[in-house]
């Protein structure tokens, strides 16, 4: 994944791995941005106003197949300026947001807006009341449009030092992880029951042999996030699973697996 800044020169260095780091695979950035816009339904759209500024507002959408519905009224600029110019773009921030709020997850999403047609209006609109069921008092209003972002471009930045780039096509392909937006409990329990076995999987897979703390930060399908303190510094690295998983209900038994082969 590309960096967009890099090393002023007075930044604490990191320590690069000692061994290999084993079953590294990571979601991509087109898995991760369809994570994010999956794990909420506010969002901070930026339209352009008829002198050509740019205009942000805050909305509510809901997914159809990944692309955001909107529905926003004619009253409202926003509602105008799409009418007018369709170039319009969603900043989207995961819930949940850190102490530092600059290490959260994000996604803008650029594209065109379009007002659905035929099925496509009919499912858009289930798609919009079903992640906003609040809408159901206005969506039908003679002021409020319909319209589908159609994604043609797409940023992921997980947090420092962690972000990418998808097109419309990976973006479409792509599916929202089934593990991160449930994993909250299960994380806090590792940390808090099973350190002893975190840092052996940080010391046997992660790269990090020296390591002498290992705290999990994410649980995803493929693998573990870890932060691992050793006499070098302090360092992020990764702990992938024997085999990716497709549900919160997985965790326990990767987790217990990558345990065994760990500490064999």
């Known amino acids: 994944m590309a960096l967009d800044h890099g090393d002023p020169g007075d930044a604490p260095s990191t320590p690069p791995p000692l061994t290999e780091i084993i079953e590294a695979t990571l979601p991509t950035a087109a898995d991760e941005a369809r994570t994010v816009a999956a794990a909420t339904n506010t969002a901070t759209l930026a339209t352009l106003s008829g002198d050509g500024s740019p205009w942000a507002s805050f909305v509510t959408y809901g997914l159809l197949d990944g692309q955001p519905v909107l529905c926003v009224s004619r009253m409202a600029e926003h509602g105008r300026n799409l009418a ?123 790269g990090y042999p020296d390591a002498t703390a290992a705290v999990c930060e994410r649980a995803d399908r493929y693998g573990l996030d870890l932060r691992v303190t050793t006499p070098r510094g302090v360092a992020v690295t990764r702990v992938g699973y024997v085999s990716p998983i497709d549900s919160i209900g997985e965790l326990r038994a990767a987790t217990v697996e990558l345990t065994r082969l760990s500490r064999d």
């Open 84 to 206: 007018a110019d369709p170039r319009a773009s969603l900043s989207i921030v995961m819930p949940e947001l850190p102490a530092d709020p600059l290490a959260a997850a994000r996604v803008t999403l650029a594209g065109r807006v379009e007002q659905p047609q035929g099925a496509e209006a009919v499912a858009a609109r289930e798609a919009h009341l079903a992640a906003v069921p609040a809408a159901k008092v206005y969506i039908d209003f003679s002021d409020f449009t319909l319209w589908v972002l159609r994604v043609e471009r797409v940023r992921w930045v997980g947090g420092y030092g962690r972000m990418d780039s998808a097109s419309a096509e990976q973006y479409a392909a792509a599916a929202a992880d089934p593990v991160i937006p449930a994993a909250g409990r299960a994380i806090a329990h590792l940390n808090d029951d099973h350190a002893d076995a975190l840092l052996a999987m940080a010391r046997a897979r992660g």
